[in-house]
């Protein structure tokens, strides 16, 4: 019986890293342009994903931030790539939902979906690096696709 504890138990750690090391890539890019930050540190943006994988259409989404202390001086434009597995296959609206933001050390921030974990933002904006920084969390809603 103690046997088959401890091989059940190997046979989940042997399996686990290779879930995890799925391979990634970009999925394409998505830029956004915020408007004025609120009082609750909110600051709303508009976006468009451009997609690398040929024939998919851009999509334009509305979007929030969170965690912005000041508002940005002028147009402030946005940049991430769109991260995840290489076997992903783009649906429209994929990128609405909550991202919550994930830093590891030495590493630009980067934003994690919540309903689909799957995919990633990876901040791309060199002049808004403070910007980055102070962004807890962002949501994306579709509001439509290039015809």
Known sequence: ????????????????????????????????TLAKVTDDRTSNMTCGFKPLEGGAA???????????????????VLVWTVIGPSATKLSTGMLAQRYAKSKGPGHSPSWVGETNKAIVLKFETHEGGEIGNAIAHLELKLSGTAA
């Open 1 to 32: 019986m103690r046997y088959s504890q401890v091989a059940l138990i190997v046979a989940v750690c042997l399996a686990s890293p290779s879930i995890a090391e799925e391979p990634r890539t970009s999925l394409g890019v998505l830029t956004c």
């Open 58 to 76: 851009e999509e334009k989404y509305d979007g929030s931030v969170h965690g912005l202390a000041q508002a940005a001086v002028g147009k402030q």
